[in-house]
């Protein structure tokens, strides 16, 4: 299984979030691959970033850190997604968005032991029942199903930013495996990085995570002391 890493600086909400040093000592997106290599090996792991001028120093941290890289569309993210497909001969990938510094390393492994099965489009914890907490939401693509499908269907402006979304509005038409994970992970928690004050609870996390197991459920028990949450 592949991993793509979808990180650009230029975003509207948190400008060069990317590169922002956390209480580690590591740059944001260097949290990332360090995550993205517990799930997959170096060479399954691809940065898919812009081609401005800004996200130069992007590619030089995927370079230095032994990962691949490409350079697309800026706004056309399932085309970004269909040339790293194509380039780097992708079967299926995790799609793993640049705001997340923390995975739930032993579902996703779990979850892709699914993939031998060879029996489904989309693996997702995406469904209409249950929220799974923001920043947990694990999703694993057929490739090829994927590039089949963007070539031959046009799609709106909102489903080029957001790739899954054509899939899930027609859901009908594809084999999507929906998981359920533990009940602990529908909370409405956040455990992404969308605003400068949410670096606050995740250095807390990265400050007090080796005092504990690195089971995801310890994270979960961190998220409650920090927010007050019985």
Known sequence: ???????RLNSKRFK??????????????????????KISSEK???????????????CSIARKNNINYYRGSENDVA?????????????????????????????INKIKKKIKNNNFDILTTTNKQKSIDKGLTIEILNAKMFMKVYK????????????????YKNHKNFKIKNIIL???FYQKFNYT??????????NYILKNIKLVNKNFLNIVKLYKVYHGIN
């Open 44 to 58: 399954k792991i691809i940065l898919a970033t812009t081609k401005k001028k800004e996200d130069n120093i992007l």
């Open 152 to 167: 031959t269907n046009d799609f709106s402006k909102n489903e080029k930013e957001h790739i899954l979304n054509f899939f």
């Open 1 to 7: 299984m592949h991993v793509i890493i979808y990180c």
């Open 79 to 107: 085309l970004r997604t269909y040339n790293v497909c194509k380039i780097f001969k992708v079967n299926y990938f995790y799609r793993y968005c640049a705001d997340r510094p923390f995975l739930n390393i032993n579902a």
């Open 16 to 37: 060069n979030k990317g590169i922002l040093k956390l209480i580690n000592r590591k740059l944001l997106i260097e949290q990332i691959i360090s995550q993205a290599k």
């Open 182 to 184: 533990s009940k602990k």
């Open 193 to 202: 990085i969308d605003y400068k004050a949410d670096l606050f609870f995740i």
